[in-house]
């Protein structure tokens, strides 16, 4: 029970006061260290582990060049199994109050991809100040040689390497055709975990930090703490360090300066939510593989589906409706499933929506858009119009977590010119308990639209659980 106790309350800090003996006068506490060291069960982080890497007649440290522009000191332990990083006042306490919630995310998802801390610590020099640092255990195994790294955040705005540093940005990435080549159940695993330490961590109003990402030959012997490459080629080193940015003022005046250069989207400085959003949505795009799809065609579905009331034998012949072959999950469905399978939801047309251009003969150029968790899905453009038809289907993964959640439709009004016009303004919304959809069958949608005077949108919907033989149950 005490045991119990101390894990689950972190407020604890032990000080240590320098003796008699002690010419330097060094004052030191150690922040909450049964709760860190207990985390993973002490797997990575028990004191044990710690002080053989750093303690006293411990090898000494080695620097670490970085490519942070924080200014802060970096040091390796000589094995290489943990850093020590120097941290600003406002970040240690950000962490401190971060600690309770942290262990309960890493206890909820063992996988979690959020940096292991076995330490917090404030020292006291005499002539020097107080000064806060963290010690991490590294993301890589110290056994296993890694062949590139890379620090992708999910901005592509000035984010590539400078000529002499060591480690790729999303640029590079992107540039040299890297993917994390996994098969379909870890793929899965890979991103619904993602998304779930992202939520935890846009919870904490932080931003700016990323996913650290190295692979390494199979030659060598495999660790718990990678993750196979498809066909056993390759294990990848995957973590999400640097989350100890807060959106604070100086963030918000960047942010703001930014947009009004017209880079409100892509700039690595936006809000909480639209960062994590952004590194899901860069996740899924531009580092998970993407299984190989079938290159036959394929028969359009009717997006009214088993709603559908025409009888033209035209129609029945250019459209496949439920119950012909071809209308069940496709390989498209499969690649974007998640734990529990896909919603499918084709936005067919909206109705009468607000014009939110008020410039002479301009109308609203309006675009519908599908939310879940951080996930998040777009039409394309219709211009100056308040009728607009889309019929344009777009995917979504469903995990466990998502079940208890709601979808979200909304419509927005495309704003050209951001830098001028700022953000897109907003026609309306629906919401739709996921636990309704996941039902089976097929909904059809056809609404007035939440938040605004006017104005309707017409949806179809489907589940499609995740087929037998990929983790799932199917249909």
């Given at each position: 029970?005490?045991?119990?106790?101390?894990?689950?309350?972190?407020?604890?800090?032990?000080?240590?006061?320098?003796?008699?003996?002690?010419?330097?006068?060094?004052?030191?506490?150690?922040?909450?260290?049964?709760?860190?060291?207990?985390?993973?069960?002490?797997?990575?982080?028990?004191?044990?582990?710690?002080?053989?890497?750093?303690?006293?007649?411990?090898?000494?440290?080695?620097?670490?060049?970085?490519?942070?522009?924080?200014?802060?000191?970096?040091?390796?332990?000589?094995?290489?199994?943990?850093?020590?990083?120097?941290?600003?006042?406002?970040?240690?306490?950000?962490?401190?109050?971060?600690?309770?919630?942290?262990?309960?995310?890493?206890?909820?998802?063992?996988?979690?991809?959020?940096?292991?801390?076995?330490?917090?610590?404030?020292?006291?020099?005499?002539?020097?100040?107080?000064?806060?640092?963290?010690?991490?255990?590294?993301?890589?195994?110290?056994?296993?040689?890694?062949?590139?790294?890379?620090?992708?955040?999910?901005?592509?705005?000035?984010?590539?390497?400078?000529?002499?540093?060591?480690?790729?940005?999303?640029?590079?990435?992107?540039?040299?055709?890297?993917?994390?080549?996994?098969?379909?159940?870890?793929?899965?695993?890979?991103?619904?975990?993602?998304?779930?330490?992202?939520?935890?961590?846009?919870?904490?109003?932080?931003?700016?930090?990323?996913?650290?990402?190295?692979?390494?030959?199979?030659?060598?012997?495999?660790?718990?703490?990678?993750?196979?490459?498809?066909?056993?080629?390759?294990?990848?080193?995957?973590?999400?360090?640097?989350?100890?940015?807060?959106?604070?003022?100086?963030?918000?005046?960047?942010?703001?300066?930014?947009?009004?250069?017209?880079?409100?989207?892509?700039?690595?400085?936006?809000?909480?939510?639209?960062?994590?959003?952004?590194?899901?949505?860069?996740?899924?795009?531009?580092?998970?593989?993407?299984?190989?799809?079938?290159?036959?065609?394929?028969?359009?579905?009717?997006?009214?589906?088993?709603?559908?009331?025409?009888?033209?034998?035209?129609?029945?012949?250019?459209?496949?409706?439920?119950?012909?072959?071809?209308?069940?999950?496709?390989?498209?469905?499969?690649?974007?499933?998640?734990?529990?399978?896909t919603l499918r939801i084709t936005f067919i047309k909206a109705r009468d929506l607000e014009n939110a251009d008020m410039a002479p003969g301009d109308l609203s150029d309006p675009y519908a858009t599908a939310g879940?968790?951080?996930?998040?899905?777009?039409?394309?453009?219709?211009?100056?119009?308040?009728?607009?038809?889309?019929?344009?289907?777009?995917?979504?993964?469903?995990?466990?977590?998502?079940?208890?959640?709601?979808?979200?439709?909304?419509?927005?009004?495309?704003?050209?010119?951001?830098?001028?016009?700022?953000?897109?303004?907003?026609?309306?919304?629906?919401?739709?308990?996921?636990?309704?959809?996941?039902?089976?069958?097929?909904?059809?949608?056809?609404?007035?639209?939440?938040?605004?005077?006017?104005?309707?949108?017409?949806?179809?919907?489907?589940?499609?659980?995740?087929?037998?033989?990929?983790?799932?149950?199917?249909?």
């Amino acid at each position: 029970a005490l045991r119990h106790f101390q894990q689950w309350a972190p407020a604890t800090k032990h000080c240590f006061t320098p003796g008699p003996d002690d010419a330097g006068g060094v004052k030191h506490e150690s922040w909450a260290p049964e709760l860190l060291g207990a985390l993973d069960d002490g797997r990575l982080t028990k004191p044990e582990l710690l002080l053989k890497s750093l303690g006293k007649g411990s090898p000494k440290y080695k620097v670490m060049s970085t490519n942070s522009k924080s200014g802060e000191f970096f040091f390796f332990s000589a094995d290489r199994k943990f850093i020590i990083k120097t941290v600003s006042k406002d970040e240690a306490m950000l962490l401190y109050r971060m600690l309770p919630a942290y262990q309960a995310h890493i206890k909820a998802t063992p996988r979690s991809f959020c940096v292991r801390f076995p330490g917090l610590h404030r020292v006291e020099i005499p002539g020097l100040g107080e000064h806060y640092f963290t010690v991490m255990a590294s993301v890589f195994d110290s056994t296993h040689k890694v062949h590139e790294t890379f620090d992708v955040k999910g901005s592509t705005l000035n984010r590539k390497a400078k000529e002499g540093e060591s480690c790729g940005k999303d640029e590079d990435w992107v540039d040299r055709g890297h993917r994390l080549k996994l098969p379909g159940p870890v793929r899965r695993e890979v991103r619904e975990v993602h998304e779930q330490d992202a939520e935890f961590l846009a919870g904490f109003g932080v931003m700016d930090y990323s996913l650290l990402m190295g692979y390494t030959a199979v030659s060598q012997q495999a660790t718990p703490r990678a993750v196979w490459a498809e066909g056993g080629q390759d294990l990848y080193f995957v973590g999400l360090i640097d989350f100890l940015i807060a959106f604070g003022l100086k963030k918000q005046a960047e942010h703001v300066l930014r947009s009004a250069q017209g880079h409100s989207a892509d700039a690595s400085c936006v809000d909480p939510k639209a960062y994590a959003e952004r590194q899901v949505q860069f996740v899924l795009d531009s580092v998970l593989s993407k299984p190989e799809l079938s290159t036959g065609s394929r028969t359009p579905r009717c997006p009214y589906g088993d709603h559908c009331i025409r009888q033209n034998p035209q129609h029945k012949e250019e459209c496949c409706h439920p119950g012909q072959p071809g209308w069940e999950a496709d390989e498209e469905d499969q690649s974007a499933s998640g734990s529990a399978g896909t919603l499918r939801i084709t936005f067919i047309k909206a109705r009468d929506l607000e014009n939110a251009d008020m410039a002479p003969g301009d109308l609203s150029d309006p675009y519908a858009t599908a939310g879940l968790g951080l996930q998040r899905c777009s039409t394309h453009t219709v211009d100056n119009n308040l009728n607009p038809e889309w019929n344009c289907v777009v995917r979504l993964a469903v995990d466990g977590a998502h079940l208890g959640q709601e979808l979200e439709l909304s419509v927005w009004d495309e704003d050209h010119n951001r830098s001028l016009q700022g953000s897109d303004d907003f026609l309306g919304r629906l919401g739709l308990p996921v636990a309704r959809l996941v039902k089976g069958g097929s909904v059809l949608v056809k609404e007035k639209l939440q938040g605004v005077s006017k104005g309707e949108l017409h949806a179809r919907i489907e589940f499609i659980p995740l087929a037998a033989g990929n983790g799932g149950p199917g249909r």
